[in-house]
C-alpha cells in the first residue's frame, strides 16, 4: 500500500498517475480511505522507466507580496522482487530548481514503501556546493520555496488508514473548473493507537468515487477550527487516468497561499538511471541533459 504525507497528500497525488477501482456498494469510510491509498500506481511509473514533471509554484503572502518558482521534477519507483508485495516498491524524486531564489538547487527523496522504513531527504545547495540529508524536524520542516509547505510535507510519508478513522459524511457534487465529479465526502479522526505524530487531529476528504482521488482536503486542529486547505483547481488526465493540474494549499490562519500548477508529464526518451537519484552525486547532475 502507498503511503501519502497527510499534510501533502495533494502534492503527492498530482505526481502520481491514478489507477482507479471499479465502485462497490456498502463501503465504509475506512474502505474509501484504503482504496484512496492503494489506488496509487508506482508514482505514474507503470513504464518502470520513469516520469518528468514541468510544475510552476506561485506563493502569496497576507501582506500581498507574491513570489513564484519553477520546477523539473524527474521521478522513478523501482520495485525490489525480493520484498513482499506490501514492501517491494521505493520511489525517488528529484525535484530541480529552475527558478526564485533557490535556483539551482535539487531536493531529493526516497519514499520506500515498506512501512518499517522511513523516508528520506536530501537537499542540494549550489552556492555551498554540497549536499545536506534533512534528518531533523527542524530540517524536515524548513518552508519549501517560500510556500506554505515544509521539506517535509513534500518529502515525508505516513499512511492514513494506520492513523484515523474514516466515516462518510455525504456524497456530493464537485465542480472543478467546467467539469463536476462525484464524491465521497470523509470525515476523519485520529486514531488514540495513531502509528505516527499526525498534523492535525481531524481532517476532512473529498474523494473521487470513480478514480479514489483526494480532490479536496482540508485539516482542522484540537479546537476544531481549519487550519489548512487544499483545494484542486484544474483536472486533466494523463494515460487514461485523471490528474489533478492545478491545486491550491491555504494556511487559513496565517493568510498564506501556494498554488501548484503542472504544465506538463512526459515519459523520458530513455529509462531514468537510479544514479540520477544518489545524493552523493547531486552536483554533477544537469537537467539540460533532459531539455531544461
Do not use: C
Not at 6 to 13: R, V
Not at 83 to 92: I, L, Q, R, S
Not at 105 to 112: D, K, R, S, V, W
Not at 195 to 219: F, N
Amino acid at each position: 500500500m502507498r503511503r501519502v504525507s497527510i499534510l501533502l497528500a495533494s502534492m503527492l497525488m498530482v505526481i502520481m498517475v491514478w489507477g482507479g477501482l471499479a465502485a462497490t456498494e456498502d463501503l465504509t469510510g475506512n474502505d474509501i480511505l484504503a482504496r484512496m491509498e492503494d489506488s496509487f500506481s508506482g508514482s505514474g511509473d507503470s513504464s518502470g522507466g520513469g516520469i518528468i514533471l514541468t510544475l510552476s509554484l506561485q506563493n502569496e503572502f497576507a501582506n500581498g507580496v507574491t513570489s513564484q518558482s519553477d520546477f523539473t521534477v524527474f521521478g522513478r519507483t523501482v520495485i525490489d522482487r525480493n520484498k513482499g508485495e506490501d514492501a517491494d516498491e521505493t520511489t525517488y524524486a528529484l525535484m530541480v530548481f529552475l527558478t526564485g531564489d533557490d535556483e539551482g538547487a535539487i531536493f531529493l527523496t526516497m519514499n520506500p514503501e515498506d512501512e518499517r522504513e522511513k523516508a528520506r531527504m536530501w537537499l542540494y545547495l549550489p552556492a555551498l556546493g554540497m549536499t545536506k540529508e534533512l534528518v531533523s524536524e527542524e530540517e524536515q520542516g524548513m518552508s519549501f520555496a517560500g510556500s506554505t509547505m515544509s521539506y517535509g510535507d513534500i518529502g515525508g510519508s505516513t499512511r492514513f488508514v494506520d492513523n484515523y478513522t474514516a466515516e462518510i459524511a455525504s456524497e456530493e457534487a464537485l465542480t472543478i473548473g467546467d467539469t463536476q465529479r462525484n464524491v465521497w465526502v470523509l470525515h476523519l479522526s485520529e486514531r488514540a493507537d495513531a502509528r505516527d505524530d499526525v498534523d492535525y487531529p481531524a481532517m476532512s476528504l473529498w474523494i473521487d468515487k470513480e478514480e479514489d482521488v483526494a480532490l479536496r482536503m482540508q485539516g482542522l486542529n484540537e479546537q476544531g477550527t481549519i487550519e489548512m486547505e487544499m483545494e484542486s483547481l484544474a483536472l486533466g488526465t494523463f494515460e487514461g487516468s485523471l490528474t489533478i493540474d492545478q491545486l491550491v494549499s491555504r494556511n487559513v490562519l496565517e493568510g498564506t497561499s501556494s498554488t501548484v500548477t503542472f504544465h506538463g508529464r512526459q515519459r523520458p526518451d530513455r529509462e531514468l538511471s537510479l544514479s540520477i537519484f544518489d545524493p552523493d552525486t547531486l552536483k554533477d547532475f544537469g537537467p539540460s541533459e533532459y531539455g531544461f
